[in-house]
């Protein structure tokens, strides 16, 4: 890889999902992030964008859904973004295990690669999981019933099923810096650089035969990767066309600018500027309180508003 230019960390995992009401209930009461943004799919205004996240919406700690009441459910196959991983704090596995059974949801124990962890998919199937870290929250938020010892602190990672790893892990590393960190069977994990043992990443999972996957509720849709500055994205995006991806021009997402990629085996990656943040648009004691809508939405404010359901 040439260049200086750095991605340093995971941005955010966005999703499609079914009755937003639905959704934020399960991210906010049940796993206790934060609403820090309610605003709509740039392309289609009729439907929300709703951001979870830390207190102040920090990059890496973001999951985020397009939530359609009629969305069809999503096909599993290959290739696809199959899972989000989520930290919470050093000894809160148990805590989350019954949590969890308390609202049942089913959550499985497995210790892959020595770390244990529960997966558990969310009430449109969107594939989770919890691990344990002592990377603190980077702006620390507790919700009731979860207190900030146990609190979901970030995003690490995701798993990608593929036939096309060695196409995909060449470019992960060659073109976007990613390092192995390890590699087992049909496994391999990738990290952003760093010299942390607890770095944002991607596991490749090699999968020879599957279905098609097909877009739809409780699927995800992408992964972005944040960068610093608009410098070191542009220069990112210089080394990906070079590689002969297309890439997108730089779109303004109003709280990041953004471009967009199709990483080798097909599945969407976005780089993503840490700023401006979330609180350009207002305060943050008062994120995700109000409807927010693009400048070019504004003039159909009453008309979007008849469209996208209460979220109470």
Not at 170 to 190: N, Y
């Amino acid at each position: 890889m040439t260049g200086d230019a750095r991605i340093t960390g995971l941005h955010h995992v966005t999703a499609l999902a079914a009755r937003p009401a639905e959704n934020a209930a399960f991210y906010t009461d049940v796993l206790g992030l934060r609403l820090v943004k309610r605003t709509v799919n740039f392309d289609d205004p009729y439907v929300y964008h709703l951001y979870y996240g830390d207190a102040a919406g920090s990059p890496g700690s973001l999951l985020t859904h397009f939530p359609h009441p009629h969305a069809k459910q999503g096909v599993r196959g290959t290739p696809e973004i199959t899972r989000a991983t989520l930290r919470v704090p050093i000894g809160s596995l148990d805590f989350w295990q019954a949590r969890l059974a308390e609202r049942h949801i089913d959550a499985a124990e497995d210790e892959r690669d020595g770390t244990p962890r529960l997966t558990f998919d969310d009430p449109h199937a969107m594939r989770l999981a919890i691990i344990q870290s002592d990377r603190p929250a980077a702006s620390p938020w507790s919700a009731p019933g979860i207190d900030e010892a146990h609190a979901i602190t970030s995003v690490q990672g995701v798993a990608i099923e593929t036939p096309h790893t060695d196409a995909a892990q060449s470019f992960l590393q060659e073109t976007l810096g990613f390092e192995v960190t390890r590699s087992e069977g049909d496994r391999t994990t990738l990290a952003v650089p760093g010299s942390t043992d607890d770095r944002d990443g991607v596991e490749l999972v090699h999968v020879a035969s599957a279905p098609a996957a097909r877009m739809g509720a409780g699927t995800i849709h992408h992964v972005a990767w944040r960068v610093p500055t608009d410098e070191a994205q542009t220069e990112i995006a210089a080394r990906i066309a070079d590689a002969g991806v297309n890439v997108t021009p730089v779109i303004d997402r109003q709280y990041f600018r953004s471009i967009y990629f199709r990483i080798p085996g097909g599945v969407i990656f976005e780089i993503a500027t840490d700023a401006p943040g979330f609180a350009v648009d207002e305060p943050a004691e008062s994120l995700g309180t109000s409807l927010k809508l693009p400048p070019q939405y504004e003039p159909r404010r009453a008309e979007i508003e008849k469209h996208v359901a209460p979220l109470a």
